[in-house]
């Protein structure tokens, strides 16, 4: 069976065929369930550049709120060719490797502090990397050897934040932020990263960030190092650390 072959400069979602643009979307409506909700769905993706548009479902969420799913075919495509992104650049390491790397290059524990910070509450991804357990059977941060392990937990203040950096001489700085509406989590990571300048901490840490909303491009654009975004594994995380540690290293070394 012969494949078509993709234009990567017209890049468009495949749905039954190579480039019919068949998309599948959801949203809400402040509205009530119906005939007219479904067609104030519909117009909404024809609004949003979708044909054919089908409303396949549509759930009361109670006080006229309804959930939709709609289908459609997207005419509009990408210039696959033309993209460049920023990301984290690490070689990929398992438990056994970043170890090895760290006794190897950095020859001590690595100490990680991680927290939530400001208001946010929400503990489940700084803990998937974190604790032992980890995530999708990938170990968390606190299973490997070397490293030395301080989850802080939710709702930690920056203030606080600078004082347990520097009362554990912390080498890694991850915190996660979850919570976002109206920007929070990027107001929250600005004022971290001008604590820590304010202190004279900025630069001997490596500082992480992390959540559903972060990319590595807003990390950094914030003033960190790096940002991992929803999905990512502890071994990732390690990987990084473990890299850019070695790295301090030996810049170090060769300062001396």
């Given at each position: 069976m ?7 400069t017209h ?11 068949a998309v599948?979307l959801?949203?809400?409506l ?14 909404m ?6 044909s054919?548009v ?14 939709f ?10 210039d696959y060719?033309?993209i460049?992104?920023i990301g ?12 090895d ?8 524990p690595v100490v990680?502090?991680g927290?939530t910070?400001g ?6 991804g ?8 980890g995530?999708?059977g990938d170990?968390?941060?606190e299973?490997y ?8 937990g939710?709702?930690v203040?920056?203030?606080d934040l600078a ?13 996660s ?7 929070i989590?990027?107001k929250?990571?600005?004022k971290?990263?001008d ?10 840490v490596?500082l992480?960030?992390?959540?559903p ?11 960190y190092d790096?940002?991992?975004g929803?999905?990512s ?8 650390i ?12 060769k300062?001396r």
């Open positions: 012969s494949v078509k072959k993709v234009d990567l890049l468009r979602p495949y749905g039954d065929q190579m480039d019919d643009g599948q959801s949203f809400t402040p509205i009530p369930d119906g005939p007219r909700g479904r067609e104030a769905a519909r117009q993706a024809n609004s949003m550049g979708l054919e089908q409303v396949v479902f549509s759930q009361d969420l109670k006080e006229n709120f309804t959930f799913v709609v289908y459609g075919h997207l005419e509009k495509y990408a060719t033309s460049k992104a984290v650049e690490a070689p990929k390491m398992d438990m056994e490797q970043v170890n790397y760290i006794s190897k290059y950095v020859k001590r990680v502090i927290a910070i208001t946010d509450a929400h503990t489940v700084l803990d998937s990397i974190l604790n032992m357990k995530f999708h170990s968390g941060l299973r050897k070397m490293f030395k392990v301080h989850n802080l939710s709702q203040s920056p203030t004082k347990k950096i520097r009362e554990t001489k912390a080498d890694i700085v991850l915190i932020q979850i919570v976002t509406q109206r920007n989590h990027i929250n990571m600005t971290l990263v604590i820590l300048e304010a202190e004279g901490l900025r630069k001997s490596l992480i960030a992390g959540g909303r972060i990319t590595h491009e807003l990390a950094v654009e914030l003033g790096a940002g991992f929803a999905g594994m502890p071994s990732e995380v390690a990987s990084y473990a890299s850019e540690m070695a790295k301090r290293a030996l810049s170090s070394s300062e």
